[in-house]
């Protein structure tokens, strides 16, 4: 790494190339880091990973890029943060709705990060060297390390949040309790996050009719499997989730589902809960998002039931 004085830089590098070796500095930065805070076997991702390892890219990008241009180097960012996303995408180390939805915190840490990054540049414009290149490219790593070993050794446990999600079906709670228990084929309208990675529900396959009876619903991405915890029809269910088979979504898990019908002129009311426990942070962040998960997957449900009783009507 170099450090570069204005006169310098018109002798170095045009920007386009520079921008280029920045990018190199941040793919690896990116991936490394990625390895290092998720070789733990913990399934927590922290603001370690979201926010600290890309700042910390970003400053070091704004650091190794020779040109001194704010461009070159957010140029730089932006290229390293589409590898890194694609490549984890590609390796399955992640799913494309993962990616996309963590993309504008990543995106903004990163930023803050190559503007913490020029500022420093200018403060050591006067410093060269190998023993002051040698510091800096030493001191992202060991803040990464420390961060994250701070963060695991204040986890406690998972958010826990019960979504609910409510909807007047034109049928009576008998035949809403038929068609909830056990679904040989849901066909929904599909919610927007369900064309970028969501998993969308194919069947239910429910064996008994009693507390204790096992059901699994299928995904077009996996499974889950579920017990019965609470059987009163036509007007209650509820379900713990024992295992969940969905892949690439270690970060979440489902701990039970409930259903409640209600009779209500015209027809029946339908409230689904479903409670997940989550392993992302920051919450303030990823709360909504985990929210509109779910009740898209809902409104899926829903959207089945509300088409197959809406055919059965009587014209």
């Not at 590098?13 to 920045?22: E, I, K, S, T």
């Not at 733990?40 to 890309?54: D, H, I, Y």
């Not at 489902?254 to 339908?270: M, Q």
Request: with cysteine; net charge neutral.
């Amino acid at each position: 790494m170099q450090n570069f004085t204005s006169e310098e830089a018109k002798r170095g590098l045009p920007a386009w190339q520079g921008a280029l070796a920045g990018a190199a500095a941040g793919v690896v930065y990116g991936f490394v880091g990625f390895l290092l805070l998720r070789n733990s076997g913990n399934p927590f991702m922290g603001r370690t990973l979201f926010m600290l390892l890309p700042v910390v890219t970003g400053a070091t990008i704004a650091l190794v890029t020779p040109h001194p241009m704010a461009g070159a180097a957010f140029l730089s960012g932006a290229i390293s943060l589409v590898i890194c996303l694609i490549g984890l995408i590609a390796a399955k180390a992640e799913g494309i709705l993962c990616a996309l939805l963590a993309f504008p915190l990543i995106f903004a840490s990163l930023a803050a990060g190559i503007g913490l990054g020029l500022v420093i540049r200018a403060l050591i414009q006067s410093l060269r060297g190998v023993t002051t290149n040698f510091v800096i490219l030493l001191t992202a790593p060991a803040l990464l390390v420390a961060g994250h070993q701070l963060e695991m050794n204040t986890f406690r446990q998972a958010r826990s949040e019960s979504v609910t999600t409510t909807v007047i079906l034109p049928a009576s709670p008998d035949q809403v309790w038929a068609n909830i228990q056990s679904l040989d084929r849901v066909d929904g309208r599909k919610p927007a996050l369900m064309y970028i990675g969501l998993p969308i529900p194919q069947r239910c396959v429910l064996q008994g009719t009693a507390v204790g009876s096992k059901r699994t619903c299928y995904f077009d991405q996996g499974f889950i499997e579920e017990s019965v915890l609470e059987w009163d029809p036509p007007r209650r269910m509820r379900l713990s989730i024992d295992r969940t088979h969905l892949p690439g979504r270690h970060w979440l898990e489902f701990e039970g589902a409930e259903y409640e019908l209600k009779p209500v002129p015209g027809g029946t009311e339908l409230t689904r809960s479903t409670t997940i426990r989550s392993n992302l942070a920051p919450g303030w962040y990823w709360a909504p998002f985990e929210k509109w998960g779910v009740v898209s997957e809902h409104e899926y449900l829903f959207s089945d039931l509300t088409s197959r009783f809406a055919s059965s009507a009587p014209r």
